[in-house]
């Protein structure tokens, strides 16, 4: 059983849609990340969040929007998306140690999302 | 910027099997971690490696952190059909840097 929750494990939307992708840990870990995933291609970083703080952005496109309401939430909001952004977007999380990023991450299942 | 070099794209076994799998890069990283992705699921890590020189074992599964600093190998011993999977390979240069992720290896486990 992951310890990372992620919501919905599935999306349709059109490119004229706003949806949200939500992620939720409770192992006290106060780091967070969200990633994108192509078929049979390792997880690109797209965002990283540290004490709820944005610490990281990938140069993502603004059709993504980031949001860590607090240390135990994320959320990923999409508008107008395009259909290469189809994909499975994962969610992680990770310890802190004195400011320090672990790479011990803790994934969730991913949302499989597919733009139309 | 970094790369982690991971090959065969794919690799076949018979169940009962060991096999070997081996992550490169031109830099040195200070961190080697293995992640196990199945089908439909996220990554879920393996095995994490903090020492030049570490033999870590976890279960059947056993990784080392190369004395370069710039390779790791991960093995497992008597595969099963459950091994299926894509693993991949990912470092972390120093404090703070994001993890840089191998392209991944997909396992095949024949009974």
């Known amino acids: 059983d992951t310890e990372v929750t992620q919501t919905p494990k599935h999306l349709v939307m059109g490119m004229t849609n706003k949806k949200s992708l939500k992620c939720e840990q409770h192992?006290?870990?106060?780091?967070m990340y969200w990633y994108k995933q192509k078929a049979k291609k390792p997880p690109e970083l797209m965002f990283v969040y540290s004490y709820e703080k944005l610490s990281i952005n990938e140069s993502v496109p603004s059709r993504f929007s980031p949001e860590c309401p607090n240390s135990s939430l994320l959320n990923l909001h999409l508008h107008a998306l395009q259909p290469e952004d189809s994909a499975l977007y994962l969610c992680?999380?990770?310890?802190?140690?004195?400011?320090?990023?672990?790479?011990?991450?803790?994934f969730g299942e991913g949302s499989r999302l597919t733009v139309l | 910027g970094q790369q982690l070099n991971q090959s065969p794209q794919s690799m076949f076994i018979q169940e009962g099997e060991d096999v070997s799998m081996n992550c490169t890069s031109s830099s040195i990283f200070n961190t080697w971690l293995w992640y196990k992705q199945d089908p439909g699921e996220g990554p879920v890590l393996l095995i994490a490696?903090?020492?030049?020189?570490e033999l870590t074992s976890n279960g059947r599964l056993t990784a080392q952190f190369g004395i370069t600093r710039k390779d790791s190998f991960l093995n497992i011993s008597a595969s099963i059909p459950s091994d299926v999977g894509i693993y991949f390979c990912?470092?972390?240069?120093?404090?703070?840097?994001?993890?840089?992720f191998g392209k991944g290896i997909t396992l095949s486990v024949r009974p």
């Open positions: 490696l903090y020492k030049a020189g």
């Open positions: 992680a999380s990770s310890r802190q140690l004195a400011g320090v990023l672990i790479g011990e991450l803790f």
């Open positions: 990912a470092g972390q240069t120093g404090a703070n840097s994001k993890l840089t």
């Open positions: 192992m006290g870990h106060r780091a």
